[in-house]
């Protein structure tokens, strides 16, 4: 089994930044594909970001040149920069691996 530790979320302004941090233990070396999704009060879950052990992400549209996930395979971690952050990115922040292990999500609130 796969267990997932986050990080890294909070209260930051309007056009600040801020990075995520998510930690797989057990067995990683099944791991696939990591990522980040969202869930905003009264909204459905939604991708974030997602990447591969090749490398290949891939970048939800209202994120993109805003937000860069990035994975060390050497420590398990996946990170998600955001910046340039927008009211509209608050939202309870969850690590994913495969999509079949989930974190146990960190809010992310942005407001001045």
């Known amino acids: 089994q796969v267990q997932l530790v986050e990080s890294g979320g909070g209260l930051v302004q309007p056009g600040g930044s801020l990075i995520l941090s998510c930690t797989a233990s057990?067995?990683?070396?099944?791991?696939?594909?990591m990522g980040w999704y969202r869930q905003a009060p009264g909204k459905q879950r939604e991708l974030v970001a997602t990447i591969t052990g090749s490398f290949i992400t891939n970048y939800a549209d209202s994120v993109k040149g805003r937000f860069v996930i990035s994975r060390d395979g050497a420590k398990n971690t996946v990170y998600l920069e955001m910046i340039s952050l927008k009211r509209e990115d608050t939202a309870v922040y969850y690590c994913t691996a495969d999509m079949s292990t989930w974190g146990q999500g960190m809010q992310v609130t942005v407001s001045s």
């Open positions: 057990g067995t990683t070396g099944t791991i696939m594909s």
